[in-house]
């Protein structure tokens, strides 16, 4: 297992004790359910922080001059949620660079960041992350944080979604009532994981009247399934941040198949020698660091009463990707 140049799983590792501890608290509770871990309380997430503690893994370069404007390319769920114009100006402060971020599905992201038109990739698809970094296009990999998505539908839910026992069955049971269900259709992370689930239920609704495509980002397509009283799979994040805007309740949640988790990945400047490499090196380095993982732990607190991603970087689950 590669330790992604950080910390590897040797007895030398400065880390070792406290992973040691963390997998023996694991073992003694059991296994969670995806409920249980991605509706913890704070409080949880700050005891987690207590044993494996959050660190600047390595220096965040600063801006230098001619060279400050970093290209994020990102999925529509960081911008769409609100999270990036709190992560954004505090990297810009703390290090004088300039973000331009281009947020469009993952597959689009992946793509600009495989031609070299963006210093860093931020993301949420990992057989297509993994894919990408395979192909050389990436400098390192790091998992930042995690939220699920949600399956939300009409509130009388007509489709008797919240009956299944699987988020594939609630698929099932929407195709088996030919009830409207809109997709993003855009090779994104989202759109990549609901094809997922098509396939687990075992149904192809591709040119169905009932599965319309948007080629949308996923605030577009939340509110056309609205207007139509229809399904559709959205990450919690951006769900939540339109929710009061939306004829939209959560039908079915907390399966291990809906786990949402987000990685970073500076572009390669070796393949791309036109690229910002400290710059993207910088961004990357800024959201494992304790400032911004604090600052995302606490985001969607105030307004919604509960954290809408959980945080990542330096837990036994980051160092491992």
């Not at 400065?14 to 694991?26: H, T, W």
């Not at 606490?298 to 919604?304: A, D, M, P, Q």
């Amino acid at each position: 297992m590669q330790s992604d140049g950080v910390c590897g799983f040797q007895h030398s590792c400065p880390l070792f004790p406290v992973l040691l501890v963390l997998i023996g608290l694991l073992a003694s509770t059991g296994c969670t359910t995806a409920a249980a871990r991605w509706g913890r309380a704070a409080s949880d997430e700050a005891s987690l922080a207590a044993l494996v503690p959050l660190q600047r893994i390595e220096a965040i370069p600063q801006a230098q001059a001619g060279k400050e404007e970093v290209i994020l390319a990102t999925t529509t769920s960081t911008q769409d949620s609100g999270l990036l114009e709190t992560l954004v100006p505090l990297f810009e402060r703390q290090t004088g660079y300039r973000v331009k971020t281009i947020a469009v599905g993952t597959g689009q992201a992946l793509a600009l960041g495989a031609r070299g038109a963006a210093d860093v990739v931020l993301v949420h698809a990992p057989d297509a992350e993994a894919r990408w970094m395979a192909a050389g296009n990436g400098a390192a990999r790091r998992r930042v944080m995690h939220n699920d998505f949600v399956l939300v539908g009409p509130p009388d839910d007509p489709a008797g979604a919240r009956k299944a026992t699987s988020a594939a069955g609630a698929l099932q049971k929407i195709a088996a009532a030919r009830a409207v269900f809109v997709s993003r259709g855009d090779e994104s992370g989202t759109h990549e994981q609901e094809r997922s689930l098509w396939r687990a239920a075992g149904v192809d609704p591709k040119s169905q009247p009932w599965y319309l495509e948007t080629g949308q980002g996923m605030g577009i397509s939340l509110h056309v399934a609205g207007e139509k009283r229809g399904y559709t799979l959205s990450d919690r994040a951006t769900f939540l941040a339109h929710r009061n805007t939306l004829q939209l309740e959560s039908v079915y949640e907390a399966d291990e198949a809906l786990m949402n988790v987000y990685h970073v990945m500076p572009v390669n400047h070796r393949k791309f020698q036109t690229v910002n490499a400290a710059g993207g090196h910088a961004f990357a380095a800024f959201l494992i660091s304790r400032e911004a993982q604090d600052a995302i732990t606490h985001f969607g607190v105030e307004r919604f009463g509960q954290p809408l991603f959980f945080t990542d970087a330096g837990t036994a689950a980051g160092i491992a990707d």
